[in-house]
């Protein structure tokens, strides 16, 4: 049965679509056929990170919400294009970074049911085993539907004060929505937090399973989303924290 896995983070700057990029590719590696949507509309990016720009995208997200394609063809078979051998398949629906696309959907909204039903005909039409919805940060309307039909949520945050309290928000509206299974990832963790004290804090703050306490890594800044981290590094520590957390999306 496929699988639909949001990432989210109630606050911009968490690492949200870095993170969904790595563990998305990391799955493809390991022969999934994986689609990554990206319904930040307001203010898309993730396509940076797949070697997409803006003049490349013929058909974006935004094309299908407004009638102009169908879902199908605003998906993108990045599989090849990153630079790394990979066993599955790796699709990405981008969300278009043309200024007025973005002035529209801030001025007249959209259809927000066609995004599900966009979600179910990806699946389908591209026999997807894993389709991960890269969220916008916070909670409004795209949100709550995508998080609705999500089998497994990923909730990203940063060891911070207005993170904590913002993540609690995500959870309680998580719970009340049913989804499934939940799980937590504290990203940009300075090294003078102990990993182990960081990890119990937040599974008792939320009692809800950390699926890995990241480190700041200077090579992931370095790099400033020229490329998905995990497969430029393969041997990296950050590597074999994301390798895990992409394993307990998929247990």
């Not at 989210?8 to 493809?28: D, E, I, M, P, V």
């Not at 945050?157 to 299974?181: C, F, H, K, W």
């Not at 990832?185 to 950390?210: D, H, I, L, W």
Request: charged share 20%.
């Amino acid at each position: 049965m496929s699988k639909i896995i949001s990432i989210h983070s109630f606050r911009g700057g968490t690492g949200k679509s870095n993170t969904t990029a790595n563990l998305a590719a990391l799955l493809a590696a390991e022969g999934q056929r994986v689609g990554v949507i990206d319904t930040d509309i307001q203010s898309p990016g993730i396509h940076v990170l797949f070697g997409l720009t803006g003049a490349s995208i013929n058909h974006s997200l935004n094309d299908y919400l407004w009638g102009r394609c169908e879902i199908g063809q605003a998906a993108h078979d990045v599989t090849e294009s990153l630079g790394a051998a990979l066993k599955g398949k790796l699709y990405l629906i981008p969300s278009s970074i043309q200024a007025d696309e973005i002035v529209n959907v801030l001025r007249e909204g959209y259809d927000v049911s066609m995004l599900t039903n966009g979600f179910r005909k990806l699946i389908k039409e591209l026999n997807l085993d894993i389709l991960m919805i890269d969220t916008h940060p916070g909670l409004n309307e795209e949100t709550l539907f995508s998080l609705a039909i999500s089998h497994v949520l990923l909730i990203i945050m940063r060891p911070d004060q207005q993170d904590y309290e913002g993540t609690g928000v995500t959870i309680e509206v998580a719970r009340s929505l049913d989804v499934p299974r939940l799980l937590l990832m504290v990203n940009k963790t300075p090294a003078a937090f102990p990993t182990a004290e960081v990890q119990a804090r937040v599974e008792q703050t939320y009692g809800c399973e950390v699926a890995a306490v990241l480190p700041h890594s200077d090579e992931m800044m370095t790099l400033a989303s020229n490329g998905i981290f995990a497969l430029r590094f393969p041997e990296h520590p950050l590597t074999a924290l994301y390798k895990e957390v992409a394993l307990k999306l998929i247990a």
